[in-house]
């Protein structure tokens, strides 16, 4: 695999090559249209001087021929000039008389309604001036070799060949050292991240400018880790309290098998302590299915199956089962604001987990009432589902509302005034978020209230 700085340093080179060669490339063309223009206006001086010479002093003899040479001190290569009767269909005369057969090819492409035309044959430029006076119609034909333009265009070529080369040599250094500059941040904090373990899970990694993408990336790394040290925490608490949480009663059912085998007892002292026995398993089977919930709570959303389910519904069922489960539970439902149409009573969800949710916030609810009473209720409308749960119960302290979705955290009041084991609401919390919903909680002298909010079909 070619490292980031290898791959940044041949795409910096490539990308500014191609643009080298593009900008030579305008420079070679335009360099070639110009020298060919200024050999084009070189060889249609020469043509309008013949004519000049030729017709105006009415001469064709030696004298009329030197005056031609001498015109212009330096000759052109292969220069040739001819003057071509349109009616006579004939060449009246011609600087070169054994070059005429070159000419006389170019003949039928002349056109009489065009003034100036310019050619070009293998090296030979050409230019065909039509001349009108008179009864007669005459071309004259000038052509030649530009070799100073093509030496000079050579020259050209060489010098961007060689400017190119050595810029691609220069680019590809000065590329590899501004992509290292570029990328030493990412080595600092490569450094930085092998120095963090878990045992200094706090520790940050730092970067001087904030504002930049590498600080912008810095930043999310630190929240990641934020996250990474929560979870930590999280699961250094939730050890700790599964191991206190089960060798209580773990303890306690070893310690009494061993008193009851030092010695033989009456059939009612084994009875009183097989129902203890029973109690205390009791217990550890109501932690287990606790940490089953817990567990299948933290999946994700997509192992879930999810379907229409009507909260209205389930919230009568969830009544029902509670009800018949702890007979001295009062569980009063209003349904305030109840829509006209169905569909605002329906969320996309999982019905089992939806269902853990409802009988952990009513179940809580009745279990720190005194009077085991949770009043419900469920408001819908064309976004929203909400449902709340009230118990008029003891006011929870602020400093443990900010942990009570924690698992096995349980407050001082709640700790004292019932059994638990503080994952109830660590399942609700989850079930709310898989369902991209929200349980809030407030607290008053007057009692607690749960809120649940998740948006209905209509949203989704």
Known sequence: MINIRTRLTYQFAILVTLILLFFSLGVYFFSKLYLEKRFYKRLQDRAI???????????????VLRMIESAEKKLLLNESISVYNER?????????????????????????TIQTLYLHHDDYQ????????????????????????????????????????????LLGMSGWLFAGRALAPMSGIIRQVNTIFPANVAKRVTHANRSD???????????????????????????????HELKNPLTKINSQIDVALIQKRDPDAYERTLRSLQEDTRTLTQLT????????????????????????????????QLQAWHDDYIIQLTFTDFPDDEDALITLGNRAALQVLLMNLIDNACKFSPAQTANVDFRADYQTISITVFNR??????????NIF??????????????????????????AQLHNGRVTVQSTPNGTTFTLELANKQQF
């Not at 001087?49 to 004298?63: H, K, R, V, W």
């Not at 265009?153 to 010098?159: H, M, S, V």
């Not at 994700?300 to 069922?317: C, I, N, S, T």
């Not at 096995?408 to 109830?424: I, L």
């Open 406 to 431: 924690q698992p096995f955290f349980r407050g001082d009041s709640t700790a004292q005034s019932s059994k638990g084991h503080g994952v109830g609401l660590a399942v609700v919390a989850q079930v």
């Open 289 to 320: 299915n606790a940490l089953l919930e817990l567990a299948n709570s933290s999946i994700q959303p997509q192992a879930m199956k999810f379907e229409p389910v009507r909260m209205d519904e389930l919230l009568w069922e969830t009544k029902t």
């Open 126 to 169: 050409l230019v065909a001036i039509r001349l009108t006076g008179g009864n007669s119609s005459n071309w004259v034909i000038a052509s030649g070799i530009d070799e100073v333009g093509q030496e000079a265009l050579a020259d050209l070529k060489k010098i961007l060949l060689i400017m190119i080369l050595a810029a691609i040599l």
């Open 49 to 63: 001087t013949t004519t000049t010479l030729l017709f105006d002093l009415q001469q064709t003899d030696s004298t």
């Open 88 to 112: 006579t269909k004939e060449i009246l005369f011609s600087t070169n008389p054994a070059n005429t057969q070159f000419h006389e090819q170019f003949i039928p492409r002349l056109d009489s």
């Open 393 to 402: 119960g003891p006011q929870i302290a602020d400093t443990d509302l900010a």
């Open 213 to 243: 993408e590498i600080g912008l990336l810095v930043a999310t790394f630190n929240q990641l880790l934020d996250r990474i040290e929560q979870a930590l925490n999280t699961q250094k608490m939730f050890i700790a309290n599964v191991s």
